[in-house]
């Protein structure tokens, strides 16, 4: 059974509808919607009154709840309806790979120029680890994001970091009159332990993105994380395989780097 009680006003509108349409059905409408329709089963005139049924403790509920709530204080007037459509997400992944082959070239530039041999060498290792990367994220089955083609530009721009430190390190042992076998292997020797700080510590604030984040961050997080231990492998394994194969083959009396 669900209760209710008029104001004066009230009261007296009540009193009249239902004196005049005494075994009649009363609709109670909420927004043009029947919510529910009674009879009316004598005249009402004290008001307050009941209305009973097959009503379960829910269904009683919600019923008093919509009488409380009454009708919205103003209609609801349309303005301005906008619709997001898939299109606009293939459009920001569009753009994220013109940034990513843009970015890629202009770092594929500036490592010959810089490096010059081995600016080659470590081009090389980018797209070998790019491939790799991409290879890992097909065998996981993840989804290609605007996140994560940012995870992967960040790849390229932490591999190219631990190329660099390499590279730098083994001009300083060039300098220091060490011959070029000796130079590369202390070269590699030195900037690994900068290089697995700076990769295990992006690592971990990866691991936390994936586990706290949701959504596009995940997809961040995932692709950061495997594009990290990809960038380590090309820059610490595959690139010194590389220029030592190339040392030990051309044997070269001088190392443009």
């Given at each position: 059974?669900?209760?209710?009680?008029?104001?004066?006003?009230?009261?007296?509108?009540?009193?009249?509808?239902?004196?005049?349409?005494?075994?009649?059905?009363?609709?109670?409408?909420?927004?043009?919607?029947?919510?529910?329709?009674?009879?009316?089963?004598?005249?009402?005139?004290?008001?307050?009154?009941?209305?009973?049924?097959?009503?379960?403790?829910?269904?009683?509920?919600?019923?008093?709840?919509?009488?409380?709530?009454?009708?919205?204080?103003?209609?609801?007037?349309?303005?301005?309806?906008?619709?997001?459509?898939?299109?606009?997400?293939?459009?920001?992944?569009?753009?994220?790979?013109?940034?990513?082959?843009?970015?890629?070239?202009?770092?594929?530039?500036?490592?010959?120029?810089?490096?010059?041999?081995?600016?080659?060498?470590?081009?090389?290792?980018?797209?070998?680890?790019?491939?790799?990367?991409?290879?890992?994220?097909?065998?996981?089955?993840?989804?290609?994001?605007?996140?994560?083609?940012?995870?992967?530009?960040?790849?390229?721009?932490?591999?190219?970091?631990?190329?660099?430190?390499?590279?730098?390190r083994i001009k300083e042992?060039?300098?220091?009159?060490?011959?070029?076998?000796n130079s590369i292997d202390?070269?590699?020797?030195?900037?690994?332990?900068?290089?697995?700080?700076?990769?295990?510590?992006?690592?971990?604030?990866?691991?936390?993105?994936?586990?706290?984040?949701?959504?596009?961050?995940?997809?961040?997080?995932?692709?950061?994380?495997?594009?990290?231990?990809?960038?380590?492998?090309?820059?610490?394994?595959?690139?010194?395989?590389?220029?030592?194969?190339?040392?030990?083959?051309?044997?070269?009396?001088?190392?443009?780097?």
């Amino acid at each position: 059974m669900v209760a209710f009680e008029f104001d004066k006003k009230g009261a007296k509108k009540f009193a009249r509808v239902t004196t005049d349409n005494t075994y009649q059905r009363l609709a109670i409408l909420l927004d043009n919607k029947v919510i529910s329709a009674p009879q009316i089963r004598e005249p009402i005139t004290g008001g307050q009154g009941n209305i009973s049924g097959n009503f379960s403790p829910e269904t009683a509920n919600d019923l008093a709840v919509l009488l409380r709530a009454g009708s919205l204080p103003a209609p609801i007037k349309v303005l301005e309806e906008r619709t997001v459509g898939p299109s606009l997400g293939i459009d920001s992944i569009e753009a994220g790979k013109k940034a990513l082959v843009i970015g890629f070239i202009l770092v594929i530039v500036f490592m010959i120029i810089r490096y010059k041999a081995f600016g080659i060498v470590a081009d090389l290792a980018i797209i070998f680890n790019i491939i790799l990367l991409i290879s890992m994220l097909s065998a996981i089955e993840a989804t290609l994001t605007m996140p994560g083609i940012a995870g992967i530009v960040l790849t390229v721009g932490m591999a190219v970091d631990a190329n660099v430190l390499v590279f730098e390190r083994i001009k300083e042992e060039i300098r220091s009159g060490r011959s070029i076998l000796n130079s590369i292997d202390l070269g590699y020797k030195f900037a690994i332990k900068t290089i697995l700080d700076a990769n295990f510590t992006t690592l971990i604030a990866a691991l936390l993105l994936y586990n706290y984040g949701s959504g596009p961050i995940k997809g961040f997080a995932v692709t950061l994380s495997i594009g990290i231990l990809t960038s380590m492998f090309t820059a610490l394994i595959l690139t010194k395989l590389i220029v030592t194969f190339w040392v030990l083959k051309l044997k070269p009396k001088r190392l443009y780097i």
